[in-house]
């Protein structure tokens, strides 16, 4: 059994969107869509973690909010477990570091564009709510 990486992901809104971020050319998984995040770094916590990703990835400040849920998804080349928080905006323009596009989306738009499958399971959780 190989390590379980621990990654965060945010669900940034904005005005009644939620930010989504394409990976980039060259990325394992690239062009599928994502939440925006990144690998927990030993000794940090989720929360620094996402915070110092999402200025490292868009040179944007966040807080970091409620935990919404975590699962674990097995790729093939690698194991992780996403832990996904809401988060809000604070300041910064974004400027994309590591993403090929980004888009600000409706819940509803979600099902308009193909998430890599670790996120799926947030885009139904973001969808159920919905109903």
């Not at 770094?41 to 996402?50: D, I, Y």
Request: glycine share 6%.
């Amino acid at each position: 059994m190989r390590d379980i990486i621990k990654v965060t992901a945010a669900i940034l809104e904005k005005n009644g969107q939620i930010i989504i971020a394409q990976r980039k050319s060259g990325d394992h998984l690239s062009g599928l869509w994502e939440f925006p995040g990144g690998k927990i770094e030993p000794g940090e916590s989720p929360e620094a973690c996402l915070a110092r990703e999402l200025n490292e990835e868009f040179n944007i400040e966040v807080t970091i909010g409620d935990f919404l849920g975590s699962n674990v998804h097995h790729y093939d080349h690698i194991s992780i477990e996403l832990m996904a928080y809401r988060a809000s905006w604070v300041s910064g323009t974004i400027s994309m570091n590591d993403h090929k596009a980004y888009r600000w989306v409706t819940v509803d738009q979600l099902t308009e564009y193909e998430f890599t499958s670790a996120d799926v399971p947030f885009v139904d959780m973001l969808l159920r709510r919905l109903d």
